[in-house]
């Protein structure tokens, strides 16, 4: 990079970090005054009677909420529709900046000094582009992830640990990437019709492979992971599997406290690296009822087999994506190809490119790519009521994942911008479960939480 421009991205790097430090107050295991409230009863409206009514005991729930911790929500998620914009604008700024600047194909031509061999001069351009686009969209990271989540009482880290935890994903960044960048350029340069196609197959491929390492080697460069021992949590969550036909023998903890004040669970996987996984915030802040509602909605996931589902979808997507991909890539390298000294679709120096075109196609699909994956929360919700029988305990859940999620937005802004139900739309579903199941959750009580006399552990 030139002299100049070094000095200012090292500055502003330093400002946005420095001011990061000195404003984030949050610390490890702190919950903010606004944080939303652990459920200790059921409020009146939403107990078993002969007039019970599930828009009653879904205002109800919603009334539990103090204004200042739903006005705190809203802002952060209506925040985050600002931020897929600049997000957006920031890469296309990047990519622009590196393809005019003619940055990518000074980073090829050092790569082909160094070696002729071509997988290798694509791997030594992939760990320049790396360490620059990281270096460019570090004050963006530091704002988004860093400073912003300390804000709104989501983020627990401190800057160093944070920053730790930065370089680790960097690391394996250049890990996997390299190795998909390499493969993909290969195939593009030996099958130069038909690459589209191969692309396409193989980028399938290696989200599979992903998904199916992530629980086992990835999340623990991360998080410590821990057989969870505690009967009282662990019974009733194996019970429950093997009631769904889950082959689950351990439940596992992960310590996400270290990170974040999130609460969440996964059962994720496949074969021998399927596992049942909460976080310790979710012990630690939720019921029992809440903590077997939240498990009975990722069990429905694996039930469901919403992880193929997802991958025959985003298979389709990802085909469709290099078919635009090659037909894109040849209109710009008419106009453009001689400024920016690409050689072809075969050159490293295109992938700024590739990266620009994709964000341009993944911004536009942000709705429809929300819509699939609220389609298949909202199929798990319905399963996790059916299979916990524990609404009150679900609508519990709901109202501690809409510390960052807003509550009650519009249709359209449901549609466009959410990736799961709306905490108001989650709460109405487990009402109108509870409503037409009144003799069965008598039935239950006492003890499930449909009483008023549920407990919740801090």
């Not at 600049?86 to 622009?96: E, H």
């Not at 988004?144 to 160093?160: C, I, P």
């Not at 396409?200 to 989200?207: E, G, H, L, T, Y």
């Amino acid at each position: 990079m030139p002299n100049r421009l070094s000095v200012s991205v090292v500055l502003l790097v330093l400002l946005l970090s420095y001011t990061a430090i000195a404003q984030s107050k949050s610390e490890p295991g702190q919950l903010p005054g606004t944080a939303m409230p652990t459920i200790t009863s059921v409020p009146a409206a939403a107990q078993p009677s002969p007039t019970f009514n599930a828009d009653a005991a879904t205002d109800a729930y919603l009334a539990l909420i103090p204004a200042e911790a739903r006005a705190r929500s809203d802002a952060y998620f209506e925040g985050g529709y600002w931020m897929i914009l600049w997000d957006f604008l920031y890469v296309v700024v990047v990519m622009l900046l590196l393809l005019n600047l003619r940055w990518s194909a000074g980073m090829r031509n050092l790569a082909e000094r160094i070696t002729r061999f071509k997988p290798l001069q694509t791997l030594i351009y992939w760990i320049q582009y790396l360490v620059i686009t990281t270096v460019l969209t570090f004050p963006l990271s530091v704002y988004e992830d860093y400073y912003r989540e300390h804000k709104y009482g989501l983020a627990t880290q401190t800057f160093g640990p944070w920053l730790w935890d930065q370089i680790k994903n960097l690391g394996v960044e250049l890990v996997l990437g390299g190795l998909l960048v390499v493969v993909l350029f290969g195939i593009v340069r030996r099958l130069q019709r038909t690459w589209w196609v191969w692309g396409s197959a193989v980028s399938i491929v290696f989200v599979v492979f992903v998904a199916l390492i992530a629980p086992v080697y990835l999340i623990p460069i991360f998080n410590k992971v821990t057989r969870l021992d505690d009967p009282k949590v662990t019974q009733p969550i194996l019970r429950l599997a093997r009631a769904n036909g889950i082959p689950a023998k351990d439940v596992f903890e992960i310590d996400a406290s270290r990170q974040t004040t999130r609460m969440s669970a996964n059962v994720s996987g496949f074969g021998s690296t399927m596992r049942i996984t909460l976080n310790d915030n979710l012990l630690r802040r939720g019921s029992p009822e809440e903590i077997q509602a939240v498990m009975g909605h990722e069990m429905g996931h694996y039930v469901l087999n919403h992880v193929y589902n997802g991958i025959l979808f985003f298979s389709v997507v990802i085909v469709i994506f290099f078919a635009l991909l090659r037909w894109a890539l040849d209109w710009s390298f008419k106009r453009w190809g001689e400024k920016w000294e690409i050689r072809g679709t075969g050159d490293t120096a295109v992938l700024p490119l590739v990266v620009l075109l994709g964000s341009i196609f993944f911004f536009v699909m942000t709705p429809v790519l929300n819509t699939f994956t609220r389609t298949q929360e909202h199929e798990a919700d319905m399963y996790g009521l059916n299979a916990s029988r524990l609404p009150d305990g679900f609508a519990q859940a709901a109202i501690h994942l809409g510390e960052y999620r807003k509550m009650s937005p519009g249709a359209m802004e449901e549609f466009v911008f959410f990736d799961h139900p709306s905490g108001r739309h989650r709460i109405h579903d487990a009402m109108t479960w509870k409503a037409e199941n009144l003799k069965l959750i008598e039935e239950q009580a006492p003890g499930c939480g449909a009483t008023g006399k549920e407990t919740a552990s801090q």
